[in-house]
């Protein structure tokens, strides 16, 4: 039979003698701990999800149809008011930059 090769020793894993037991214990029970929470939480993030849905699913029905119709005519109001107020502003610019001699802004800035 061939000597050992040096090489072929190191290829190997094993665990030393200078290893305390207590560290090969306490990562034995962190594995424990880590797969019991794991499992736990799987179980919790499923039931936390049908909450969650259950909840979506009736906000719809607590929702008044004319609250809903106020608040559009709302946010229709403040858009018509943020159109005047770039108006507005667009106007002032081209003011300035004819007086100041330079290049007006683009005459329609829109959704892109």
């Avoid at 119709?69 to 943020?82: G, Q």
């Amino acid at each position: 039979m061939p000597p050992p090769n040096p090489n072929e020793e190191h290829k190997h894993w094993h665990l030393d003698k200078r290893v305390p037991v207590g560290i090969i214990i306490a990562l034995l029970v962190q594995t424990v701990c880590f797969v019991a929470f794991g499992a736990h939480y799987i179980g919790k993030d499923q039931e936390w999800k049908t909450n969650i849905v259950a909840r979506l699913d009736a906000i719809p029905a607590k929702i008044p149809p004319d609250m809903v119709t106020d608040r559009l005519t709302a946010v229709e109001k403040s858009i018509e008011v943020i159109k005047t107020n770039q108006m507005h502003t667009m106007s002032t610019l081209r003011a300035v930059a004819d007086k100041l001699n330079v290049v007006p802004p683009p005459p329609n800035i829109g959704p892109r």
